[in-house]
């Protein structure tokens, strides 16, 4: 075995999970190389919100420093009900956030997020980032892999003993993982719900519209049985995120397309007049269709190992797919460098290590889209709990929001 070969990590993939794992891996000392198929990295999406879950691992990494110039530390998140604006529950954030979870809560663009793990990546000297490349061709075995790449209509080769997926919801990589593990079934599906996306000016009718019903200076979700909508500042205040969640059709296999705005006009019946303005305001609204990705199936297979949206992509209900990814990122790179001599069988020591954490953030996700488009009784029962749990909501957050990637590290 050569020597670039067991110490290099190939990585498919420079989003959020990508990054965040060459950053993790080289500051565990190994060489990374890093395969991009855009030609540009650009961020899909527009806001983001980081827990303190994520927003920790970053500051490890050095890239918090370099993000926060660009970020919001809302508040507080604020529930209310979209039909009479009335608040149902409030979860302090801002200092009391990073008191109690030792790391902040930020909300900010995708892009900068994007932006600020590229610039500590080039800072790096033993990441090795290549765009315009998309890997195809793999050999595996014991003594490592051999990952082959097409850049420009040249064809390149990388050695390594780990090879990391971390190509999204449509990863290429999973059906190499699939295909080593005798999987032929399909992990893709669509939801059924309908992302739809806006961001306005501050100082715009619709900014305008959003601060008389909101709270410029939180994450204010607008609970309704049709749809919720989130919406939140960025750009240090300058603008506003606003996310809306349908029910809806398969629009595209990609991540955005065209949709009747209609489908969103009709989800706001029975909502207060003040919010449906905004929404009138704030189009033409961007439709994303949700996908997720089977959890359950695996997510190594060998020296191969799917981070993030790759391996389980999730509904943003809990606000968690980044934070997910950074987590997966993270610990892959504890568990790796942890068993130096059995790279065969850490990947599968990482991956039963972190189901159980995933598997319950994805049912938190699940319960929050139950109760945000709870009507009738149900409703009624909801608004009762959020009142009565109103000083405890914090706490009920501890799990998810102070976990720490050193305490969930399995060590030998």
């Known amino acids: ?3 670039t070969r067991s110490r290099q990590i190939v990585i498919a993939g420079a989003g959020v999970a990508g990054l965040t794992a060459a950053l993790a891996f080289v500051d565990r000392g190994y060489p990374v190389r890093v395969f991009e198929q855009a030609q540009r990295l650009e961020a899909a999406g527009a806001g983001i919100q980081l827990s303190p879950n994520a927003t920790r691992i970053l500051r490890q990494l050095g890239v918090l420093d370099k993000l926060l110039p660009a970020t919001v530390r809302p508040e507080a998140v604020v529930l209310k009900e979209a039909a009479t604006l009335r608040e149902l529950a409030r979860v302090p954030l801002g200092q009391a956030a990073e008191t109690r979870w030792q790391a902040p809560y930020l909300v900010a663009h995708r892009a900068d997020l994007q932006s600020a793990l590229t610039a500590r990546v080039a800072e790096m000297p033993d990441i090795h980032l290549t765009t315009g ?9 014991p003594d490592g892999i051999t990952a082959t790449a097409e850049i420009g209509g040249k064809t390149i080769e990388a050695e390594g003993f780990l090879l990391v997926g971390a190509d999204g919801v449509w990863s290429s990589v999973r059906a190499l993982v699939d295909s080593a593990k005798g999987s032929a079934s399909p992990r893709n599906h669509f939801s059924g719900e309908l992302a739809w996306r806006a961001t306005v000016a501050a100082e715009s009718a619709a900014g305008q ?4 019903i909101g709270a410029r200076d939180c994450v204010t979700t607008f609970l309704h049985p049709g749809f919720h909508m989130v919406a939140y500042p960025v750009s240090k205040g300058a603008a506003f995120n606003l996310a809306a969640f349908t029910k809806g059709d398969r629009i595209a296999e990609g991540w955005s397309g065209n949709a009747d705005a209609g489908i969103l006009t009709h989800a706001l019946r029975g909502t207060a007049a003040g919010l449906a303005r905004l929404v ?3 189009g033409p609204w961007t439709a994303w269709p949700i996908h997720t990705v089977d959890s ?5 297979a060998g020296n191969m190992a799917l981070i993030g949206d790759a391996a389980h992509a999730m509904t943003p209900f809990a606000a968690q797919g980044a934070a997910m990814a950074i987590e997966d990122a993270a610990t892959l790179a504890d568990i790796i460098a942890d068993f130096p001599a059995d790279p065969l069988a850490a990947p599968a020591t990482w991956e039963q290590s972190r189901r159980p954490r995933v598997a319950q953030v994805a049912r938190r996700g ?5 109760a945000w488009h709870a009507s009738g009784p149900v409703a009624i029962a909801r608004n009762v709990f959020l009142k009565v749990r109103s000083e405890k909501l914090a706490a009920d957050l501890d799990w998810l929001y102070g976990w720490r990637a050193v305490e969930a590290a399995v060590r030998r």
Not at 366 to 370: H, I, Q
Request: net charge negative; charged share 25%; aromatic share 6%.
């Open 366 to 370: 699940a319960v929050n889209r139950l």
């Open 209 to 212: 519209s959003f601060a008389a």
């Open 1 to 3: 075995m050569t020597d």
């Open 296 to 300: 359950k199936q695996p997510w190594t």
């Open 133 to 141: 490349a998309r890997i195809g061709d793999v050999d595996t075995g």
């Open 280 to 282: 009138e305001q704030a």
